[in-house]
């Protein structure tokens, strides 16, 4: 799954990852909502627990709920998945049915000024890698480590809505993420494929080699 969205480099039509945008009168409306969730990020609904956003302004939300919380959370996770070029969103209200819930299946939403603008899937990574970058001629490589490993927090998708960008968002909810999960923030396993700005965060939070990993069940 991809870390901090970067939808240019996905030749999609608009930043926000809805294509063809200018088509059709219906588009234009669909696609300036989506727009507009992905530029400035969601009110939060009616019923909506205020008081579960933290100090930080950050609220989280297990995989398993269905309230507002958890609809509000996969609203962020779709519009990760438009910019990203996804067919998956990272989080549904009650869970997707291919996935088991662990303890750590939590989104965490950042919420300023009555919105929530950013938005992170965060799990526990089962299968275990480690990340190389490719050469300047060659790919990006993943060094296999399996499944023989205790699970690690793993900070699956980053998506920070785009007029709240480089104010440390990001880093903020991962910061979160860590704390509950009784980790080092520069522990914190990835989940690939990154982009550009998505491998400087993590390079930039985690130092030296990167951790990489993903959700999936043991080796069947
Ligand atoms: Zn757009």
Redesign the pocket.
């Known amino acids: 799954m991809m870390l901090v969205y970067d939808a240019r480099s996905a030749g999609y039509?608009?930043?926000?990852?809805?294509p063809n945008?200018d088509y059709y009168p219906g588009e234009r409306r669909r696609?300036k909502t989506?727009?507009d969730l992905?530029?400035r990020g969601a009110a939060l609904p009616r019923g909506f627990g205020r008081d579960r956003i933290g100090r930080d302004g950050i609220a989280s939300v297990h995989e398993s709920e269905r309230g507002p919380e958890a609809v509000l959370a996969s609203k962020l996770a779709h519009s990760a998945r438009r910019a990203g070029g996804y067919d998956f969103a990272s989080f549904y209200p009650g869970g997707s049915s291919l996935r088991e819930l662990a303890p750590w299946s939590l989104a965490y939403l950042y919420v300023e000024d009555g919105r929530a603008v950013g938005y992170l899937r965060a799990d526990a990574a089962t299968h275990h890698g480690l990340f190389r970058p490719g050469t300047p001629r060659g790919q990006d490589r993943v060094v296999d480590l399996g499944f023989d490993l205790p699970p690690v927090p793993l900070a699956e998708v980053v998506f920070v809505c785009a007029e709240h960008r480089r104010r440390g968002v990001a880093t903020r909810l991962l910061a979160r993420f860590a704390a509950d999960a009784g980790t080092a923030l520069s522990a914190l396993a990835w989940g690939v494929p990154f982009t550009t700005p998505g491998l400087a965060l993590a390079r930039s939070i985690s130092g030296g080699e990167l951790a990489i990993g993903d959700a999936r069940e043991g080796a069947a």
Do not use: I, K, L
């Open positions: 039509g608009c930043e926000c990852g809805v945008y696609h989506a727009h992905w530029a």
